[in-house]
């Protein structure tokens, strides 16, 4: 929505929060993944209005309060390992049915016991995201209060979930009083967590450098998690993918989005392009076919399948599209939040004021940029040459180092 109309972006968020203090922390409407966090960031590095902010940011702690387990009556966070699970809400951790572990969950009732990693790792993005805008309005004992949550809910990740041989995060199994004893495996003691949930936890952002390079490499490997036309929700490896399923055999357009946009952080901006312009091309061609907006996409045929009128689920093609292609777009990761936006008038020049609250101070971070697209252009951080590469007339990526939480981008023309 945001891409086609601001206004209306911003009475969808509305309508899926609430006033602080009314009976529902938030509006509930199918799975429980928190994408109005990212609504409300993107929103925010759209416009940075302050009205915004004010506005939504009190709503918006409210839902996360609920999700993370602290209000009174939310029975997220029941299980000691501090690990977070919705079942008691809806059947559906991540949006995704037949999705193995949770199917498994379900076949064998063990909602009670098992944790899945979207949860959590939603949470810890979600407390990320509240921390920025906490910063921005200068309410410190909320940014210390996320910042613990963020440590409570990485440890518990990272202390129970990680596979080593598997190289994925887990369904984590607890027994009758809620401590954590293993992971959820097949008979033959494969890990059942090998697909999008599995690699969750990098798009939390808590990933040490080999976790990160091992579900990088999923990600990007032709026959595991890569398929022709984009991410697969189940490791096309694993002895329980297949290619007959609801999402396990198919791609679908949302999960993706958050990869790629986590992709950004990283600087993984070739991953990245491969996800958007991949998810374009299949959608195009689908659309062209049937003019149809399907569900998802089936990996073995190409086809869209599904209803056959399921917007939202092709909404994240607008991003996408609008990041690689539209004049006077500026697209961020998660960890960047931009301050003050400048296009001089014709698009040719830009000056970008960010906080930058990545937590790889050695690395660098990808902002893509469409400027006008009849020059040649140079970029500068905090007055030094950043690296670009152009992927068409004026879609640039601007490369920056990470290690100050300020910085300035300058983008100009080449006469």
């Excluded at 016991?113 to 949470?123: I, N, R």
């Excluded at 959820?184 to 798009?203: A, F, M």
């Excluded at 297949?242 to 198919?250: E, F, I, L, M, S």
């Amino acid at each position: 929505m945001l891409e086609l109309d601001t206004r209306r972006a911003i009475e969808n968020l509305n309508a899926y929060t609430t006033p602080p203090g009314s009976q529902s922390a938030f509006i509930h409407h199918g799975s429980p993944v928190p994408v109005q966090m990212s609504l409300f960031l993107d929103l925010w590095n759209r416009t940075q209005s302050t009205e915004l902010l004010r506005n939504f940011y009190p709503r918006l702690k409210q839902y996360y309060l609920f999700m993370a387990g602290h209000s009174g009556s939310s029975t997220t966070r029941t299980l000691k390992s501090n690990l977070t699970k919705t079942w008691d809400y809806f059947y559906n951790s991540g949006g995704w049915d037949d999705y193995p572990p949770q199917k498994y969950v379900h076949a064998e009732r063990l909602e009670a016991t098992v944790a899945p990693m979207v949860s959590t790792s939603h949470c810890i993005r979600s407390a990320k995201i509240l921390k920025m805008a906490a910063q921005a309005l200068n309410l410190k004992d909320d940014v210390r209060s996320y910042e613990q949550d963020i440590r409570m809910f990485s440890a518990a990740i990272q202390k129970n979930a990680w596979d080593e041989e598997a190289g994925y995060f887990g369904y984590v199994v607890h027994d009758e009083t809620g401590q954590p004893i293993r992971l959820l495996r097949t008979e033959t003691g494969e890990n059942l967590n090998k697909g999008l949930d599995g690699c969750y936890p990098l798009v939390a952002g808590i990933c040490t450098d080999d976790q990160s390079r091992r579900i990088l490499h999923h990600l990007r490997s032709e026959g595991e998690i890569w398929s022709w036309i984009g991410l697969s929700a189940v490791d096309q490896s694993a002895g329980y993918y297949r290619k007959d399923g609801y999402w396990n055999g198919t791609v679908w357009m949302p999960h993706q989005w958050f990869f790629w946009k986590r992709l950004l952080d990283l600087d993984e901006a070739e991953l990245a392009r491969r996800i958007a312009h991949t998810g374009l091309e299949v959608w195009k061609k689908e659309v062209e076919n049937s003019y149809h907006c399907m569900e998802h996409f089936i990996i073995e045929t190409g086809r869209g399948a599904g209803w056959h009128q399921f917007g939202a689920l092709s909404a994240p093609v607008l991003s996408w599209f609008s990041s690689y292609y539209r004049t006077g777009h500026v697209t961020t990761g998660y960890d960047l939040w931009v301050d003050k936006k400048t296009f001089n008038q014709d698009n040719s020049e830009l000056i970008l004021h960010l906080m930058n609250y990545s937590e790889r101070p050695a690395g660098r971070s990808t902002i893509l940029v469409c400027m006008n697209p009849h020059y040649a252009y140079r970029a500068t951080y905090n007055g030094r040459p950043a690296d670009v590469t152009v992927y068409e007339p004026g879609t640039l990526a601007v490369h920056i180092a990470n290690g100050k939480p300020a910085g300035t981008v300058k983008i100009s023309r080449i006469d």
